[in-house]
């Protein structure tokens, strides 16, 4: 079954510094992975995605994710954090075969950006 | 362009009662998913109707149902509720496919007692 882990439940950073938020993601097949931001009180919004090509991919708001085959990973990273970014930060995968979109979460990263 | 939007934003409810959670696609998007969101876990898929079918399921017993319309908005229905159905619930909207982007509500607030 398609499992998604993300290492860390809270992440504290002082604004300006960079940050790194992990994922492991567990399907050996065809895979499509995501970065979702949740506010308070608020829905998801989608950072960026993984389909195939570059394992480098760009996202909204200055965030970017490396999708590592070898290592099942898709960490995502900020050069340089604001206070605004101060959020619950979730990857997600969909397999590629199914036909149609199951996203499959990880518990959410709860990033707190300090002055 | 309008976004997901999903009513009510908060629901308490009884053990053992019935709830409908409503939900309104994104314009043009034909393709909704139901999401159950547990307190500090991230959500988890119920189900997905693409054009007024379901076409997809996660681990979520009978009692929990839905519906699609032709103008792709969509319900959420739960039977029997009981204490540990308390969550966000999500409704997405995309336009198919596993790739694409969905589009999330606000969520509603469902508190049993």
């Known amino acids: 079954a398609q499992s998604v882990t993300q290492l860390d439940s809270q992440v504290p950073v002082f604004e300006e510094a960079p940050v790194e938020l992990r994922c492991n993601y567990s399907s050996s097949v065809s895979v499509y992975l995501f970065w979702y931001v949740q506010y308070p009180n608020q829905g998801l919004q989608l950072l960026l995605k993984y389909l195939s090509g570059s394992t480098l991919v760009k996202g909204i708001n200055g965030f970017e994710a490396e999708f590592n085959k070898s290592q099942t990973s898709f960490h995502l990273r900020k050069p340089s954090v604001h206070i605004s970014d101060t959020a619950e930060y979730f990857c997600a995968e969909s397999g590629g075969n199914t036909g149609f979109q199951k996203l499959v979460f990880g518990t959410g990263t709860r990033l707190l950006v300090s002055p | 362009e309008t976004g997901v939007t999903q009513s009510p934003t908060h629901l308490i409810k009884t053990r053992g009662q019935q709830v409908t959670l409503r939900c309104s696609s994104q314009s043009g998007h034909n393709t909704v998913s139901w999401y159950q969101q547990a307190l500090g876990q991230g959500p988890q898929f119920i189900f997905q109707y693409y054009r007024e079918e379901e076409n997809g399921r996660g681990n979520f017993p009978p009692r929990f149902s839905g519906l699609q319309f032709p103008n792709y908005s969509s319900e959420l229905n739960v039977n029997a509720l009981e204490l540990d159905d308390s969550a966000l619930y999500l409704c997405?909207?995309?336009?198919?496919?596993?790739?694409?982007?969905?589009?999330f509500g606000q969520g509603t607030r469902l508190t049993v007692v």
């Open positions: 997405a909207s995309n336009l198919g496919g596993a790739g694409t982007e969905a589009f």
